[in-house]
């Protein structure tokens, strides 16, 4: 199983990006998708998580700025990131929860990360 992240890059504060990441491999069913964040010198921290029928957690700093969502038949979720500010300054990890079989438990798996720069 893999987790591709991409969208990453550089943008001026104010500015929009979209990150994506999509599970491929043996996978039976996916449970809940997310994304994570980690500043330089900091702790990795929870973005946003959405499970398999849409719910979704965000943390307090990205509430109404990011939008995530996911695409059930395509394990692929997205982060639509508005507003961004020099905090959000960060390399952004995708994470999936998923079984792999019928007969396998659930397992959670990371993707690399990809980098994240505003500006100000």
């Known amino acids: 199983v893999q987790l591709q992240a991409s969208g990453g890059g550089l943008v001026q504060a104010g500015g929009s990006l979209r990150l994506s990441c999509a599970a491929s491999?043996?996978?039976?069913?996916?449970?809940?998708m997310g994304w994570f964040r980690q500043a330089p010198g900091k702790q990795r921290e929870l973005v946003a998580i959405?499970?398999?029928?849409?719910?979704?957690v965000y943390a307090d700093f990205v509430k109404s700025r990011f939008t995530i969502s996911r695409d059930n038949a395509k394990n692929t979720i997205w982060l639509q990131m508005n507003t961004l500010k020099a905090e959000d300054t960060a390399d952004y990890f995708c994470?999936?929860?998923?079984?792999?079989?019928?007969?396998?438990?659930?397992?959670?798996?990371w993707g690399q990360g990809t980098q994240v720069t505003v500006s100000s």
């Open positions: 994470t999936a929860n998923l079984k792999e079989s019928s007969l396998r438990p659930l397992r959670e798996y």
């Open positions: 491999g043996s996978i039976f069913r996916v449970d809940h």
């Open positions: 959405i499970s398999d029928t849409g719910d979704t």
